[in-house]
């Protein structure tokens, strides 16, 4: 039986660049906060490999960094921001771990 796909706009639009800076710095944020809780959670209850996460809090960073200056560069030359953000959503088996 094939794996279900669904395909989800999840942004999708023209914004002024104070919109565009809420709706992503936003979305970015709680990423960072959900990889910092689950590093946490990781650290403190089972003790184990926290590096995926730590990597994911940097790379979000530094996606965070590059959409300010967007932002910035966008405002200051009268511009909007266009904005396309997909999900794609699909169902894997469970690896099974003993």
Request: aromatic fraction near 6%.
């Amino acid at each position: 039986m094939e794996n279900p796909v669904e395909h989800i706009k999840l942004i999708h639009g023209v914004f002024s660049p104070a919109a565009a800076a809420d709706v992503l710095l936003s979305l970015i944020n709680d990423k960072i906060k959900f990889h910092t809780v689950q590093s946490l959670n990781l650290k403190t209850g089972y003790n184990e490999n926290t590096e995926e996460s730590e990597q994911r809090i940097l790379q979000l960073k530094e996606a965070k960094e590059i959409v300010k200056f967007m932002v910035v560069d966008a405002r200051n030359k009268n511009y909007e921001v266009s904005i396309e953000g997909d999900i794609t959503l699909k169902l894997t088996k469970r690896q099974q771990t003993y």
